[in-house]
């Protein structure tokens, strides 16, 4: 069976709502709701191929687009593999053009609608950062406060509180102030002992390889509604991420670090062929940095994580 190479659009509005289009009765998926977008023509470019489709089904002209994911899902009766883009700049009036309901929303209200199977790692993806900030160790706690505080200010959405040394009784209390202070401006992981998930229901968590490697055959320790992430470093344990139900994974590292010398870096090659085989979400890491962001998105990647080069200067 041929896989379908489908051209699909998160189109957003000033406002960063999302465009969402319901699907006719009468097609594959019918009533359900979907990223606008149609079939890459044999031989049309993707971006090609979305620009007539939003043409076609909304009457706009994309301006600006980039890549956000790619989607391989096999459905009973047809194989799909959904070429995402981001787009952020259109000149035109949306409207339904086939006479499809359309609908903005937020990403938070997105889970919301029922979606085709396949456009569940979309939702994910539609919902993120392109940048993932890691908390540094060393630093006292008035310090690290201060930090995530200003990076906040300064427009960092995703924070990962890191667990340098372990299951510290200090990092508990350092989550409750991280809470507090992510409270409605960001999405904030944890790390620790599962057993700490109850603690702290607003958090999402990221898994260590170890805890992966440990907990993937139980599936997810939590509901959808909240995030869950992992660490990976190769093809297992992006299975392992998969197996789990992670909603997305860091991949490191992509370069040479500081942190972990002895650590034999990925490269661009590695990092982009793993990713074409997993569906989900993969921020980069490991010796890049907020100007790496287009390289990553140019190999399929939601974006870049990191530590120093995304820790706002003192």
Known sequence: MKRIHVAAAVIRGADNRILIARRADTQHQGGLWEFPGGKVEEGEGVRAALARELAEELGIQVTTARPLIKVQHDYPD??????V????????????????PLAWVTARELPNYEFP??????????????E?????????TPQLLRGIQKAIAEGTRLVQLRAPN???????????????????????????PLEWLGDFPSAGWHLTAEQLRKYASKGRPFPRERLLAASCHDAEELALAQQMGADFVTLSPVQPTQTHPDAQPLGWDQAAALIAGFNYPVFLLGGVGPEDKQ?????????VAGIRAFWPAA
Not at 78 to 83: G, I, N, P, T
Not at 117 to 130: D, F, H, Q, T, W
């Open 78 to 83: 047809k194989q799909v593999l959904l070429d």
């Open 85 to 100: 883009w981001e787009v952020t700049a259109f000149t035109g009036q949306p409207h339904g053009a086939e006479g499809q």
């Open 117 to 130: 199977e396949a456009n569940r790692p979309i939702v994910k993806a539609a919902g993120l950062a392109s």
């Open 132 to 140: 993932y900030l890691i908390t540094p160790d060393g630093l006292e």
């Open 166 to 192: 372990g299951y510290d009784p200090k990092y508990r209390d350092l989550a409750v102030d991280a809470v507090g202070l992510c409270a409605g401006k960001a999405q904030l992981m944890l790390k620790g």
């Open 295 to 303: 390289r990553a998105w140019d190999i399929g990647a939601q974006g």
